[in-house]
């Protein structure tokens, strides 16, 4: 079966410092990978999506990256953290094309604070 | 721009009710929608995708509706138990992105 690991859990950072989120799915090739971010109380907010291997698509601009090495990794990184980089970050994998997606399996998400 | 919309104010019902909950669409016509489960401090876990030649989709105590005229899709929860208590989230997907509403949150008194 399929399963989606997301790392670390908890994570308190201070402004400026680097900051790298990783991602792991298991049990599925090809896999359509994103990354949500959710502020207190609020939806989620797409930040990336990617396709494939180094195909990242970026949906909001802001001092975050995305990277995927590899199928089924995904990273999210910042060379130096915002306080309004605070939230609860998401990654999500789903299978299909641009035309049918499945629904999206989510990780248990990494809360990030920046102090 | 895309936008979809939940009722961002609190639902609160007595246990044993149904709970209807609305997610509204505009500047779209997705061919599919479909409803997650959020729990604190958790990922959204899927529940029912609902496609638009589809007008109900059920299961369990879970009912959902779509009206492209409307463009508005309905959720229910019949026979609601505490447990049920949680945020619900609305979502269409357009290309590879998939999009979520704000949810709204769902309280179950017993």
């Known amino acids: 079966s399929q399963t989606i690991h997301q790392w670390p859990a908890t994570l308190v950072q201070p402004v400026g410092s680097p900051l790298s989120l990783e991602c792991t799915v298991e049990g599925t090739s090809n896999p359509n990978l994103y990354w949500y971010r959710q502020a207190a109380g609020r939806g989620l907010q797409l930040l990336f999506y990617s396709v494939g291997i180094g195909q990242i698509s970026s949906e909001v601009p802001q001092n975050l990256s995305a990277s995927r090495p590899q199928d089924r990794q995904f990273i999210l990184s910042s060379k130096k953290l915002l306080l309004s980089d605070s939230g609860f970050y998401l990654c999500?994998?789903?299978?299909?094309?641009?035309?049918?997606?499945?629904?999206?399996?989510f990780g248990q998400g990494t809360r990030l604070t920046v102090v | 721009s895309q936008k979809i919309e939940q009722n961002s104010e609190a639902l609160n019902i007595q246990e044993g009710k149904t709970a209807t909950l609305t997610c509204n669409y505009t500047n779209y016509s997705p061919a599919y929608l479909q409803w997650y489960r959020q729990d604190p401090g958790r990922g959204p876990v899927f529940l029912l995708l609902i496609r638009e030649n589809e007008k109900e989709k059920r299961k369990e105590r879970l009912k959902v509706t779509f009206d492209t005229t409307l463009k508005q899709s309905l959720f229910h929860i019949t026979a609601s138990q505490p447990a049920d208590s949680a945020t619900y989230l609305c979502?269409?997907?357009?290309?590879?992105?998939?999009?979520f509403g704000a949810g709204t949150r769902l309280f179950v008194k017993a």
């Open positions: 979502a269409y997907t357009g290309g590879f992105k998939t999009i």
């Open positions: 999500a994998w789903s299978i299909g094309t641009e035309i049918m997606n499945t629904e999206a399996f």
